[in-house]
């Protein structure tokens, strides 16, 4: 069974910096887009960021600026560097292999205002 180790997840106040970690199997990893997910409580989950195996990346409009995405394929891990957090970034956030059906566990972020 293919998984997804996330961590880095916690409390954080407003205006903090909090870096999630995910590992992946390197056979998965290597050559596919990886993504970066969040669902907050009552809402949906929705695309936050992902980065391509080639290191292009993508961001949901809100957190432009804000976070970063990025991978070391040599360690199989993909990172999501969150800076200037506000309260509406509490979520928990999912690691995924994009595009398939392959998810971390979730991480819970909490931004105390």
């Known amino acids: 069974q293919v998984q997804l180790v996330e961590s880095g997840g916690g409390l954080v106040q407003a205006g903090g910096s909090r870096t999630l970690s995910c590992a992946a199997p390197?056979?998965?990893?290597?050559?596919?887009?990886m993504a970066w997910y969040r669902q907050a409580p009552g809402k949906q989950r929705e695309l936050v960021a992902l980065?391509?195996?080639?290191?292009?990346?993508s961001y949901e409009s809100s957190v432009k600026g804000r976070f970063t995405i990025s991978r070391n394929n040599a360690e199989n891990t993909v990172y999501l560097q969150m800076s200037s957090l506000k309260p509406e970034d509490t979520a928990v956030y999912y690691c995924?292999?994009?595009?398939?059906?392959?998810w971390g566990q979730g991480t819970q972020v909490t931004v105390a205002s």
């Open positions: 980065i391509t195996r080639f290191g292009d990346t």
């Open positions: 390197g056979s998965i990893f290597s050559v596919n887009t």
């Open positions: 995924n292999v994009f595009s398939t059906g392959l």
